[in-house]
């Protein structure tokens, strides 16, 4: 079992950035990959980035790719997502996720990214 711990949320203007952070813990494997998804209200869940922490591999959704990056720090076991050049539209609940083949799926409990026009 794997506990995520979300944090960094809050309430920035447009063009501004923002860092949220997503600390793993538990029953972790080197074979996961770890990414965030977001939900605004009436839209359904949508993917955002991921990394695999073997290798780094990264991954973006078109809607954040060139603004978004995921960097990670393997000594604490956590992953961030580095939002710039932020639009309204990336107003959401984000949650983290925590992603093993054939394992079901962990996620954060969210954190409200609120961008201003």
């Known amino acids: 079992q794997v506990q995520l711990v979300e944090s960094g949320g809050g309430l920035v203007q447009a063009g501004g950035s923002l860092r949220l952070s997503c600390a793993a813990s538990?029953?972790?494997?080197?074979?996961?990959?770890m990414g965030w998804f977001r939900q605004a209200p009436g839209k359904e869940r949508e993917f955002v980035a991921a990394i695999l922490w073997s290798g780094g591999s990264t991954y973006y959704a078109d809607s954040v790719k060139g603004r978004f990056t995921i960097p990670r720090d393997n000594a604490k076991n956590t992953v961030y997502l580095q939002m710039n050049s932020l639009k309204p539209e990336d107003t959401a609940v984000y949650y983290c996720n925590y992603h093993r083949l054939y394992r079901p799926d962990y996620w954060g409990q969210g954190t409200q990214v609120t961008v201003s026009s």
């Open positions: 538990g029953r972790t494997f080197s074979s996961a990959a």
